[in-house]
C-alpha cells in the first residue's frame, strides 16, 4: 500500500479510543451521571414520554422545545434499561462511521488514497470527537447526519444524479430536528448551487430545477414539525429553544454588561432554570400559554440586542473565538470528575474574557490550565496543517472546497454568543481534519523534498 495506513486499522484506533475513553471514566468513577451535561436530563424526558404516552411531550405537555431527532436515538437504551451503555454504544459507532464519512470526502475532494488516508487518521483521534461520543448529548448524531449531507452533496455535484441530492435534503432535514441550529442552513445550500450552477456552461436548465427540488423538500420537512407545533400548542416556530437563549443567554449577556453585574447573577435575577424566579418577575405570564411566554422572550430579547447592538457584537464574536479556540479541557476533567459540575468558567469568560480566565486557571488550578494547554497545542496543530491546505492554490478555486468551507463558516457564525464554548466546534472538526489533512500530506511531501534536496547536495559536495 506504499506505506498507507489501511482503513480498517484507522477505523478500529477510532473505535478503540472512544470506547477506552468512557470505560476508563466509569471504572474511575463508578457514576453514570459522568455521561451526562445539563441538556441531557430534557432529552431523556422527551424520550421516555415519546415511550410510553405515544406524544412528544413533557408532563403531558406537548414539547416545544426540544426536537425529536436526539431522543429517538435515546429510545433503545431507555427500554433495554441502560441509557448510558446502549446510547454511547451507538455514539461509538456514529462517530466511526464519520470518520469513514471523512475518508470518502477526502477521496471525492483530492482522489489520492493516502491524502483521504491522513484526514480519516486526524478524525479518528480528534480529542473533541472523542469525547462527545461519551456524552449522553447530540453533538455526535448530529455531526454525523451534517457530514453524511455533505458527502452526498458533494457526490451529487460530482456526479449530478438527483437521488443523492434529495437524500441529501433528507439528511440535511434530519439534522435539524436534531439540533435546530442547521434551520437556515438549507438556504446557504441553495444559494452556493445556484452560484456552481452559474460557472457550469451545460445543463444549467436541469440543475436549477434539481436545486429547486432540493429547497422545497428541505423546507417541507421541516415545516412539516412547525405545523405540529402550531396544532399542538399554537406556536409557528421550529423549536422555542431559540427564544429561550436568546432572551436568557443573549439578552442577559447584554444587561450583565450594561448593569456591571456578572452574567450569572444576570441569569439568575431572570429566573434561568427557575420559574418562581421567572413568575415572580413577571406575575401576569403565569396563566398564559407556554407558546405565549417564549413569544415574549423572543420579542423581549430582540428588544434588548437592537437597544444594545454594539456590546451584543462584541459578545458574539467573543463567542466565536471560544467556539472557534475553546479545547474541551472542562468537560474532559469533568467526564472523571476532576472538575466540579458547575466551575464558572464559562461565566468567567463572558465577564472577563479569555486572558483573565486562562491567569485564573494558571494561579487556582493547574491541573485545568496544563490540560487545556495541551488540547489547545493539538488543536492549533489542526489549524496549522489547515492553514496550509487554504494557502495552496489547487484548493481555493475548487467549488467542492468552498462548501465546506461555507458550512463551517455558517455553524462558525451561528454559535457566537455568551453560551458558545468548544463544544460548538464539534461539527466543524471533520472539516477542519479534511482541510488539515491535505497540508499535512503537502506539509510531508515539501519537507521530503527539502531533505532530498539536502542529501544529494551534501553527496555533491562529498565526491568533490
Same mark, same amino acid.
Given at each position: 500500500?506504499?506505506?498507507?495506513?489501511?482503513?480498517?486499522?484507522?477505523?478500529?484506533?477510532?473505535?478503540?479510543?472512544?470506547?477506552? $475513553?468512557?470505560?476508563?471514566?466509569?471504572?474511575?468513577?463508578?457514576?453514570?451521571?459522568?455521561?451526562?451535561?445539563?441538556?441531557? %436530563? @430534557?432529552?431523556?424526558?422527551?424520550?421516555?414520554?415519546?415511550?410510553?404516552?405515544?406524544?412528544?411531550?413533557?408532563?403531558?405537555?406537548?414539547?416545544?422545545?426540544?426536537?425529536?431527532? /436526539?431522543?429517538?436515538?435515546?429510545?433503545?437504551?431507555?427500554?433495554?434499561?441502560?441509557?448510558?451503555?446502549?446510547?454511547?454504544?451507538?455514539?461509538?459507532?456514529?462517530?466511526?462511521?464519520?470518520?469513514?464519512?471523512?475518508?470518502?470526502?477526502?477521496?471525492?475532494?483530492?482522489?489520492? $488514497?493516502?491524502?483521504?488516508?491522513?484526514?480519516?487518521?486526524?478524525?479518528?483521534?480528534?480529542?473533541? @470527537?472523542?469525547?462527545?461520543?461519551?456524552? *449522553?448529548?447530540?453533538?455526535?448524531?448530529?455531526? /454525523?447526519?451534517?457530514?453524511?449531507?455533505?458527502?452526498?452533496?458533494?457526490?451529487?455535484? +460530482?456526479?449530478?444524479?438527483?437521488?443523492? =441530492?434529495?437524500?441529501?435534503?433528507?439528511?440535511?432535514?434530519?439534522?435539524?430536528?436534531?439540533?435546530?441550529?442547521?434551520?437556515?442552513?438549507?438556504?446557504?445550500?441553495?444559494?452556493? =448551487?445556484?452560484?456552481?450552477?452559474?460557472?457550469?456552461?451545460?445543463?444549467?436548465? +436541469?440543475?436549477?430545477?434539481?436545486?429547486?427540488?432540493?429547497?422545497?423538500?428541505?423546507?417541507?420537512?421541516?415545516?412539516?414539525?412547525?405545523?405540529?407545533?402550531?396544532?399542538?400548542?399554537? /406556536?409557528?416556530?421550529? @423549536?422555542?429553544? %431559540?427564544?429561550?437563549?436568546?432572551?436568557?443567554?443573549?439578552? %442577559?449577556? *447584554?444587561?450583565? *454588561?450594561?448593569?456591571?453585574?456578572?452574567?450569572?447573577?444576570?441569569?439568575?435575577?431572570? !429566573?434561568?432554570?427557575?420559574?418562581?424566579?421567572?413568575?415572580?418577575?413577571?406575575?401576569?405570564?403565569?396563566?398564559?400559554?407556554?407558546?405565549?411566554?417564549?413569544?415574549?422572550?423572543?420579542?423581549?430579547?430582540?428588544?434588548? #440586542?437592537?437597544?444594545?447592538?454594539?456590546?451584543?457584537?462584541?459578545?458574539?464574536?467573543?463567542?466565536?473565538?471560544?467556539?472557534?479556540?475553546?479545547? !474541551?479541557?472542562?468537560?474532559?476533567?469533568?467526564?472523571?470528575?476532576?472538575?466540579?459540575?458547575?466551575?464558572?468558567?464559562?461565566?468567567?469568560?463572558?465577564?472577563?474574557?479569555?486572558?483573565?480566565? $486562562?491567569?485564573?486557571?494558571? +494561579?487556582?488550578?493547574?491541573?485545568?490550565?496544563?490540560?487545556?494547554?495541551? &488540547?489547545?497545542?493539538?488543536?492549533?496543530?489542526?489549524?496549522?496543517?489547515?492553514?496550509?491546505?487554504? &494557502?495552496?492554490?489547487? &484548493?481555493?478555486?475548487?467549488?467542492?472546497?468552498?462548501?465546506? #468551507?461555507?458550512?463551517?463558516?455558517?455553524?462558525? %457564525?451561528?454559535?457566537?454568543?455568551?453560551?458558545?464554548?468548544?463544544?460548538?466546534?464539534?461539527?466543524?472538526?471533520?472539516?477542519?481534519?479534511?482541510?488539515?489533512?491535505?497540508?499535512?500530506?503537502?506539509?510531508?511531501?515539501?519537507?521530503?523534498? $527539502?531533505?532530498?534536496?539536502?542529501?544529494?547536495?551534501?553527496?555533491?559536495?562529498?565526491?568533490?
Amino acid at each position: 500500500m506504499n506505506g498507507i495506513i489501511p482503513m480498517r486499522y484507522i477505523l478500529l484506533t477510532a473505535f478503540v479510543i472512544r470506547l477506552f $475513553v468512557p470505560l476508563l471514566a466509569a471504572f474511575h468513577t463508578q457514576d453514570h451521571r459522568v455521561f451526562h451535561l445539563p441538556d441531557t %436530563a @430534557s432529552y431523556v424526558r422527551s424520550a421516555t414520554e415519546l415511550i410510553y404516552s405515544g406524544q412528544f411531550a413533557r408532563n403531558g405537555i406537548p414539547d416545544i422545545v426540544r426536537t425529536p431527532g /436526539y431522543p429517538l436515538l435515546l429510545v433503545p437504551g431507555i427500554l433495554l434499561g441502560n441509557t448510558e451503555l446502549v446510547t454511547i454504544t451507538l455514539q461509538i459507532i456514529l462517530s466511526c462511521l464519520t470518520v469513514y464519512l471523512v475518508f470518502r470526502i477526502a477521496l471525492l475532494l483530492f482522489e489520492r $488514497v493516502k491524502i483521504a488516508t491522513l484526514c480519516a487518521l486526524l478524525y479518528a483521534i480528534e480529542p473533541l @470527537s472523542i469525547l462527545y461520543a461519551s456524552k *449522553v448529548l447530540t453533538e455526535t448524531l448530529f455531526t /454525523y447526519v451534517v457530514v453524511l449531507f455533505l458527502y452526498l452533496l458533494l457526490q451529487y455535484m +460530482k456526479k449530478g444524479s438527483l437521488a443523492q =441530492l434529495l437524500i441529501a435534503a433528507v439528511a440535511l432535514s434530519a439534522s435539524v430536528y436534531v439540533r435546530p441550529i442547521s434551520f437556515f442552513l438549507p438556504i446557504l445550500i441553495a444559494v452556493i =448551487l445556484i452560484l456552481w450552477i452559474l460557472i457550469k456552461r451545460q445543463n444549467k436548465s +436541469k440543475l436549477l430545477f434539481h436545486t429547486c427540488l432540493f429547497f422545497t423538500v428541505t423546507i417541507s420537512l421541516t415545516a412539516l414539525w412547525q405545523m405540529r407545533n402550531m396544532v399542538e400548542a399554537g /406556536y409557528s416556530g421550529f @423549536s422555542a429553544v %431559540a427564544d429561550k437563549n436568546l432572551y436568557f443567554y443573549q439578552a %442577559a449577556s *447584554v444587561l450583565a *454588561v450594561r448593569q456591571g453585574i456578572p452574567f450569572y447573577e444576570m441569569q439568575k435575577q431572570m !429566573g434561568y432554570q427557575n420559574t418562581g424566579v421567572y413568575f415572580a418577575n413577571h406575575p401576569d405570564q403565569r396563566n398564559w400559554s407556554q407558546s405565549k411566554r417564549y413569544r415574549y422572550m423572543r420579542k423581549e430579547g430582540v428588544k434588548i #440586542l437592537l437597544q444594545y447592538p454594539s456590546t451584543y457584537l462584541t459578545i458574539h464574536l467573543k463567542g466565536m473565538l471560544w467556539t472557534l479556540l475553546g479545547p !474541551g479541557a472542562t468537560e474532559y476533567l469533568r467526564l472523571f470528575k476532576l472538575y466540579p459540575d458547575c466551575g464558572g468558567l464559562l461565566g468567567l469568560m463572558v465577564d472577563k474574557g479569555l486572558l483573565t480566565t $486562562v491567569i485564573f486557571l494558571l +494561579k487556582n488550578n493547574p491541573l485545568m490550565f496544563w490540560t487545556n494547554l495541551f &488540547l489547545s497545542l493539538v488543536l492549533m496543530l489542526y489549524f496549522l496543517f489547515g492553514v496550509i491546505a487554504l &494557502l495552496s492554490r489547487n &484548493l481555493i478555486n475548487n467549488i467542492s472546497i468552498i462548501t465546506l #468551507l461555507s458550512v463551517g463558516a455558517y455553524f462558525f %457564525a451561528i454559535s457566537g454568543g455568551p453560551h458558545s464554548y468548544g463544544r460548538f466546534r464539534h461539527p466543524i472538526m471533520p472539516i477542519i481534519c479534511i482541510l488539515a489533512g491535505y497540508g499535512l500530506s503537502e506539509a510531508i511531501s515539501r519537507f521530503r523534498k $527539502v531533505s532530498a534536496s539536502h542529501k544529494h547536495h551534501t553527496f555533491d559536495n562529498i565526491s568533490l
